[in-house]
């Protein structure tokens, strides 16, 4: 294992956390409606495990590095009345017989809402990304970066779905846990796969690099969202607007930056759409991955990824790429972003 990587305390915490969240996933799953989802307030999805896992990580955190802010996806706002009471109360106990002596006495304390300016450094989490898989038996992640000064400098995601020595795209059960990613910045991306119980970073980890392409005949894939949607159409006309013959390739959450850090897959693009900026918490731990495996990581129009809060609202969508085709897809979103904006003033501007 790289030895600056196992004595960093930052990766130590991060890993920590992460696998502290799979734990109480595992916790979580054993119950028949794990996976069934009540409607938050904002219309998006959520789980009984995406509230343990929230809570484990945050609760290790607040244990391990009580100083830095954490900014996650779930708070208090994510369930109410009767339907979500009951979520909760599954949570909870799943995070408490999970973490032990360590789970805190209340640990819905630790779904309490953040500020919006969180500091110079501060975490961020995405307890289960990709709801829609993670309920739907596809691939999710749970994320989790550090964030120092506007860049994130570590990132961990467990892919419980993604099973090492198997093609990427095969869905594994998550009863196996998958894999878990662990990156920081000028240390690399490594991987190893979680055992039930794991409390710690392994002392062996294998390297994540991300390979020069070898046979230029192959197309360059792209990852493409599931759900489809006006987003993954405006990826499809960036994509025709290069001179690359490509393909797509469709699967849930920040795996797809695994793929892309792995050499499965060569860009994942989020194009910025009608409801805002992207969230902090959808890409930082991915990028870090991506980014250290060897891949470009920015935005659409070149720029890096500023991490000023919860949105990413300084940058114009988000983008990891293969190194040799980034001023192709930089060059065609300008184009395509600049047309819809004139088409469409307010949406999908280069601003």
């Known amino acids: 294992m790289h030895q600056i990587l196992a004595s960093d305390e930052r990766v130590q915490i991060a890993t920590e956390a992460i696998l502290a969240g799979l734990r109480a996933l595992q916790v979580v799953l054993r119950h028949a409606s794990a996976r069934v989802p009540i409607t938050k307030p904002d219309g998006s999805p959520v789980t009984a495990g995406d509230l343990a896992v929230q809570m484990a990580v945050a609760s290790v955190l607040?244990?391990?590095?009580?100083?830095?802010?954490?900014?996650?996806e779930e708070g208090e706002g994510s369930v109410s009345g009767a339907e979500g009471g009951v979520l909760l109360e599954r949570a909870v106990a799943a995070v408490r017989e999970s973490l032990g002596s360590e789970a805190p006495a209340d640990p819905t304390e630790c779904l309490h809402d953040q500020a919006s300016a969180p500091g110079d450094v501060w975490w961020t989490v995405d307890p289960i990304d990709g709801t829609k898989g993670f309920r739907s038996g596809?691939?999710?992640?749970?994320?989790?970066?550090?964030?120092?000064?506007g860049e994130a400098t570590v990132g961990v995601l467990s892919c419980p779905?993604?099973?090492i020595g198997r093609d990427p795209l095969e869905i594994g059960?998550?009863?196996q846990m998958g894999t878990v990613y662990v990156a920081a910045k000028g240390q690399g991306a490594w991987k190893f796969a979680p055992r039930?119980?794991?409390?710690?970073?392994?002392?062996?980890?294998?390297?994540?690099?991300?390979?020069?392409?070898?046979?230029?005949?192959?197309?360059?894939?792209?990852c493409d969202s599931i759900e489809g949607g006006s987003r993954a159409e405006r990826m499809r006309a960036i994509m025709s607007r290069t001179p690359l013959r490509w393909e797509s390739v469709s699967l849930d959450?920040?795996?797809?930056?695994?793929?892309?850090?792995?050499?499965?897959?060569?860009c994942f693009m989020r194009v910025p759409?009608?409801?805002?900026?992207?969230?902090?918490?959808?890409?930082?731990?991915?990028?870090?991955?991506?980014?250290?495996?060897?891949?470009?990581v920015g935005d659409l129009v070149g720029a890096p990824l500023r991490l000023a809060g919860e949105a990413l609202d300084q940058n114009v969508g988000t983008l990891a790429c293969d190194r040799a085709i980034v001023a192709h897809v930089h060059?065609?979103?300008?184009?395509?972003?600049?047309?819809?904006?004139?088409?469409?003033?307010?949406?999908?501007?280069?601003?």
């Open 331 to 351: 060059e065609a979103a300008s184009a395509v972003l600049s047309a819809s904006a004139s088409a469409h003033p307010g949406r999908g501007t280069l601003s």
């Open 138 to 149: 596809r691939h999710y992640a749970l994320c989790l970066a550090l964030v120092e000064r």
């Open 273 to 296: 759409g009608s409801r805002g900026a992207e969230k902090v918490w959808d890409h930082a731990p991915g990028a870090v991955v991506a980014s250290e495996a060897g891949a470009w």
């Open 253 to 266: 959450s920040q795996c797809k930056y695994a793929l892309v850090a792995e050499g499965a897959a060569d």
């Open 173 to 175: 059960s998550d009863s």
């Open 196 to 222: 039930a119980g794991d409390r710690l970073l392994p002392a062996a980890l294998l390297p994540v690099v991300r390979s020069a392409r070898r046979d230029d005949t192959l197309p360059w894939r792209v």
């Open 161 to 163: 779905t993604l099973q």
């Open 62 to 72: 607040r244990r391990r590095a009580a100083q830095w802010t954490l900014v996650g």
